[in-house]
C-alpha cells in the first residue's frame, strides 16, 4: 500500500500546499492559448515511447491539439505557458488489475527539455528507460526545478543514483515499491535541504549502517517510508536530534530485533504516526509510551512483545487508531487502559491468546469504533456488553474469543451499520432477526456457533456466508434469498431439511457453495445462467436425481463433490468439459453406464473418486491419461478386465484403489 494510502493527512497537506501554490500562480492557461512550441514536441516525444495506454490517458495528446496546457495530466505556468506539472501517475484501487489502467512503454529524455518542471508524478506505470532494463531514468537529475519526485510502483531496478542529489529544490521524493533497488551511499541526501516527505520503501540499505544520522540532518523532513528496507538495527547513538519535526514514521518490515526503548527514534515525541509491525522488536511495551501525546497511529503488530500492555497507554488522547496483533501479550486490558482513549476508532488486538479483555458489564467507553479486531483474544464468557455503544462499527471481529453465551437482543441494530461481522468459533447461541435484509453487511462470519433457527431474507450487500457447523434448521428463502451479489455461501454442517429452494438459482455470481451435511433431499434445481459456480459441494444429505445439469455452463469449475448421496444415472459426457477441475467427488452414489472417454481432458484434475457406485463395463484404458492425478479410487464397482500398463505413467499418482472389482492383472 502506498505510504499516502495509510496516512493521507500530512501527504495532502504537503502536495496541497504545493498544488495550492502551484495552481494560485501557475493555473491553466485559457483556452486561446497555446503552450510553449519547445516543450510540446517534447511532450509528444514522450507520448511516442508510450506502447500501451489501456485507459486512454493520453487521448489527448495529440499534434492537432496545440495547447499542451490543455492535455491531460499537465498542468502550465498562466504567465509564461512553461509545463510545470506532470500529473501521469496509475490511480488504480486496491481490487483494480494493475495492467489494466498502467502506462506502459519508455520513459523518453526528450522530458530534459521541460526545465521548468517542478512536479513529475509517473507512479504505478509501468515505464522504464532505453537500455538496461529496468534502469533508474538517471537523467532525471538535471531537471533542477523539480519540487516533487514520484516514481513509486515502477519496475525499477538497480542502484538508486546519487545525482538525485543535485535536485536541491526537492520537497517530496518517492522511490518506494520498485522491483529490485538498492543503495550502499545516502549521503546525496544531505544536498536536499527542502525535503519535507521521503519514501524509499523496499529499497535495499542493508549495506548503509549510519542511515539514522544521515535522515537525521534533513532538519524539515516530516515524513520518512523506510519499509522493508532490509535494515537490521535502530540502536545508533544520535547525540542531538534534529529532525523533530518528523511527523509520520513508517519502519515496518524490517528486522531489528531490539527492545523498544533502546531505539533512536524512541525519543521522536512529536510523531502523528509510527509503524514498527514486522520488526521482531522484543521486550514489553515501555510505560514511556505516554510521551507521544501527538499520536494519531500506533502500529506495532507482528512482533515479539513478551508481558502487560502499560496503564499508561490511557494518555494516547490523540490516538485513532493502534493495531498490537500478531505478539504475545499477556495480562488484562480493564477500564483503565481504554479511559483516556477518547478518540480512537480503530483497534485490533487479535491474535495475542493470553490478552484478556476486562471491563464492567456497565461500562461505557469514551470512543466509538468503526473497526474493532479481537479475534483469539479472550472477550468470555459472557458477550462483551460494552460494544452496544458501538453503533458506528464497520467492521467486528470477535472470533475465537471464548464467549459462551446468546447474541444479545441490540446487536444486530447495533451493528446494522456494519459491513463485517465475523463472530466465528465461538459457542454462541441465538437465531438470526427476521429483518436482516435492513443491514448494510457484505460479509458474515458465524461459522462454529450454536446458531438456531432458519436463515432469513439476507441483506441486500452480501457477498460472503458462512453459517458452518451450527444448527440451522432451514432458509426463508422460496422466493427470494435477497443477497443477488453473493458469491460465496457455506452452510454445511447443519440441520437444513428438505428441498433445495428455486430460489437458490437467483445467486447467478455464486462461486462458492457447500451444503455438505445436512438433510436435504430430492433434486437440485434446474438453475439457468447461474455459471460462475467454481466449488460446488453438496457432500453427505440424501439428494437425488441426476447430476445438475446446470454445472455444464460452469466452465471454471474447480471442486465437485456430491459423494453419499442418491444421485443415478449415467455420468454425462459434458463432464470432460472443465479444464481448470481439479477434483471430482463422486463416491456412494447409485451413478452407472460407462465414464465417459473424454475425462481424459481434464487434465489438472488430482482426484478422482468414483467409489461405491454402480459403474461397469472394462477398466478403461485412459486411467494413465491424467497428467496430473495424485489420487483414484474406483473401488466398489463393477469394473472387469485387466489394468492397463499405461498406469505407469501416472508419476505423480501416490493412491491407487481398485478395491471389490472384477479386475485382474498386477499394477506395474
Known sequence: MHPAAKFPLLFLLLVGATATTSMANHAP?????????????????????????????LASWRRGNHDCCSWSGVRCSNLTGHVLE???????????????????????????????????DLSNNYLVVVGPAGQFPGFISSLRNLIYLNFSGMPLTGMVPPQLGNLTKLQYLDL???????STDIQWLTHLPSLRYLSLSNVNLSRISDWPHVMNMNVNLRALYLCDCFLTSAIQSIVQLNFTRLEELDLSQNNFHQPLAYCWFWNLTSLKYLDLSGNNIVGSLPAAVSKFTSLDTLDLSENQFFGCIPYEISMLTSLTRINLRVNNLTGEITEKHLAGLKSLKTIDL??????????????????????????????????????????????LDISSTGITDQLPHWFWTTFSKATDLVISSNNISGSLPANMETMSLERLYLGYNQITGVIPILPPNLT????QNNMVSGIVASKTFGAPNLGYMDLSSNNIKGPIAGSICELQYLTYLNLANNHLEGEFPH?????????????????????????????????????????????????????????LILNNNV?????????????????LDLSQNKFHGRLPSWIGDLPEVRRISLNNNSFSGHIPINIANLTKLTQLNLANNNISGILP
Not at 87 to 101: K, M
Not at 464 to 467: D, M, S, T
Open 86 to 120: 506532470l500529473h501521469l501517475q496509475n490511480n488504480f484501487s486496491l481490487y483494480d488489475v494493475f495492467e489494466a489502467t498502467a502506462l506502459v512503454g519508455h520513459i523518453s529524455t526528450s522530458l530534459l527539455a521541460l526545465e521548468h518542471l517542478e512536479h513529475l
Open 591 to 607: 451413478l452407472s453406464g460407462h465414464i465417459p472417454t473424454n475425462i481424459t481432458n481434464l487434465t489438472n484434475l488430482w482426484d
Open 29 to 57: 492557461a485559457p483556452a486561446t492559448r497555446s503552450c510553449v512550441p519547445r516543450e510540446r514536441e517534447a511532450l509528444l516525444a514522450f507520448r511516442r515511447g508510450i506502447t500501451g495506454d489501456p485507459a486512454g490517458r
Open 176 to 182: 518506494s515499491d520498485g522491483i529490485d533497488m538498492y
Open 350 to 395: 487479535s491474535s495475542n491468546q493470553y490478552l484478556k479483555i476486562v471491563v464492567g458489564p456497565e461500562w461505557q467507553p469514551p470512543f466509538r469504533l468503526e473497526v474493532a479486531i479481537f479475534g483469539s483474544c479472550q472477550l468470555g464468557p459472557m458477550f462483551p456488553s460494552w460494544l452496544q455503544w458501538m453503533v458506528d462499527i464497520k467492521e
Open 527 to 583: 438453475c439457468i445462467g447461474m455459471t460462475e459456480v467454481q466449488h460446488f459441494i453438496l457432500k453427505n444429505n440424501s439428494l437425488s436425481g441426476k447430476v445438475p445439469s446446470f454445472l455444464k455452463g460452469c466452465k471454471q469449475l474447480l471442486y465437485l463433490d456430491l459423494s453419499q448421496n442418491k444421485f443415478h444415472g449415467r455420468l454425462p459426457s459434458w463432464i470432460g468439459d472443465f479444464p481448470a477441475v481439479q477434483s
Open 464 to 467: 460472503y456466508l458462512e453459517i
